[in-house]
């Protein structure tokens, strides 16, 4: 049906009048867009059927990545570009008077994570199916996705996000694969056969219901599966409950992702969604695995399973529990199969991010678990004892329950055979410090697996003109071999390349100026430079660092009237934790600044303040192929790795960062000319961390750009919000400005003057552009992948 247009149009009218009831003419964009997406999944029915069998056959290792989000964002375009029928369904529908962009824009984003972790789950998801890797994906079918967000007055308002209102075509519901998952009751011992097990009684028990979506790769037959559960009432519902609210509480477990980018809170009902993922993940993995194999002697020979970040770790005891009590093995059997079959991503080291569960919460909702856990703690202390002997203080901190918590991150690191970082920093950072005893007592553990992002969805997808400039210049290998972008290097210098360079950014701005105009009415220069932070909002990525920068810009212009900076549209999306106090407050700065910034006929023609609200990936599929300067400025040492620096490089931005997560590599790969470095290093933040010395009064008080600009938090220059940044300037004074936001100002505002003078010189732009983009390839998911693959997993390419 996608073989050759004529045909494609004909299948595509005659079903949307069969399934829509519609005419043609009378049908929505709702329609069309059902409509093809079906076409889609019925397209690659057959090969999800081969992959499907050819998993089952059991003869080759497969991959399970299990993870608490997906950020899949939309799928239409993705599968039609990897299916290599974008361009004849795009001419199609145009002759039958339809824009692909239109049905596009008709399909809601899966937004089922918060940001880089779902988003990296996301990706990872599209190089393993395109490099015809068996890996396939564990979730979560939460109802409603991370919150919408809207703007009123400045401040975020949170509604619930609903993608599922016009159901999901990409999925298809498996009630028969249903798997029951018990919580609370107790263990008992029983005597069966004259061996003594453990039985879990009065439990109560949830149903998860599978959902299956395909992962559909780029150019190969490889359909992969994504399986997210939703939480259902079982059959057998507790009597001594009323139903309703035995329904609502089993319903409750995949209703809402959970919002907080970082801490965890929630605590029971976050618990309970971890061990139903794990719990059914597990089932229905053995269950396939079963299916060939009479017993799991050899199980981590043929699988491997991967948990990212420590949200399912509870993967390490319940496959001890199956291990033990449903195949009666014996612990140090069932420890080495666990062990050999778990690997671990770690994604952060802020300290408050790390996840613990009081003991008197955990242990009566998972008793057999925690029983578990308890005895993995007890050998692993004796271990502990047989190499540190005496050294009480070392095994305390590294054992998994202490001070009557369970410590999820040694669990993971205890429970697997590699554990990875996300950068080579970050990974640096694990070894050197957080993880330093681990590190010591399980050297071989540990690895660096730098992140990536999908080349296709981030450039193919999201910017076919770039693609196509690419495709003349240096010929298509580079799909295949994203590294083979290297090959642009030769055309830096190129004038009809960097024209084609200038005309695709042009083009990217100008949609993206009008994209801004239809949702706030305001007017941007479209030859200003489009300067763009959109992630999460959190302290340590200091959006805050730029807002100052802007007030400082506009100050000055306000003291000099010959001061006239190249124009600027300073681009945010960030959405905040509901709970997070703080970051709501920097999202109303932004909206106060741009306030007065936007207005002011002084700066209103060289300063353009922007807020997009609802950041999500498809709108970060709009506004990355149109900017011009990445902001990456993260206090050194706190982000992890970034990936959203991976997209704006892709796509020719110049990054503007400091030395943390990536950016370290990013700047290795491109060269220090090419890139604009400024700020504290990792080093010099942990040594000021450990040992203090820095006053950010000092540098209020001597730095008169400074202290002009933190007192105007407070003293009624925003003439709307007297009493709303009292927080944040006591963040930068009274609390000693936590992520040196005032140490790094003035180094940034001097990088921001050699970013603004780079860009008044046109060649010098276009060359550390394309340079950028040549040095990509290295951040494609496919390479991180294909580590993942080699050094952890041990799984090949069919
Ligand atoms: C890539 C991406 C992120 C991660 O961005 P960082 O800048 O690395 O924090 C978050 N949210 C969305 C929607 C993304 O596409």
Redesign the pocket.
Known sequence: MFHDKEQFKKSFSRRLEQTSGVSFANSTLQHQYQTLGMMVREYVSSNWIVSNEDTRKGDHKEVYYLSIEF?L?RLLVSSLVNLGVKDLVEDGLKELGIELGNLEEAEADA?L????L??LAACFLDSMASLTLPGHGHGIRYKHGLFEQKIIDGYQVELPEQWLRNGNVWEVRKPDLAIEIPFWGDVQWIEKNGKLTYVHEHAETVLAVPYDMPVIGYDTDRVNTLRLWGAEPAKNFPSHKDFMQYKRDTEQISEFLYPNDMSNDGKILRLKQQYFLVRASLQSIIREYKQHHSDLFSFHEHIAIHINDTHPALAIPELMRILIDEEKMKWEQAWTIVTNTISYTNHTILSEALEKWSIDLFKPLLPRIFMIIEEINKRFCKELWQEYPGDWDRIAHMAIIAHGFVKMAHLSIVGSHSVNGVAKLHTEILKMREMKNFHEYYPEKFNNKTNG?THRRWLLQSNPELTASINNTIGTAWIAEPERLRELAAFSDDSSFKLEIENMKQLKKKELAKLIFERDGLVVDEHSIFDVQ???LHAY?RQLMNVLHIMHLYNRMKEDSSFKPHPRTFIFGAKAAPGYEYAKKVIKLVHSVANIVNNDPVSKDYLKVVFLEN???S???KIIPATNVSE?ISTASK?A???????FMMNGAITIGTMD?ANVEMRDLVGHENISIFGLEAEEVMHYERYGGYHSHDYYHNDRRIKQVVDQLTSGFFRDSYYDFEAISDSLLMENDQYFVLKDFSSYVDAQEQVAAAYKDRERWLKMSILNIAHSGFFSSDRTVNEYAKEIWNVKAK
């Open positions: 950020l964002g937004g994570g918060n940001g880089g779902g988003r992002i959109i992630k999460r990525k950041y999500r990936v709108l970060a599929e990456q982000e790795s970034g990936t959203g620096n991976m997209k997560g």
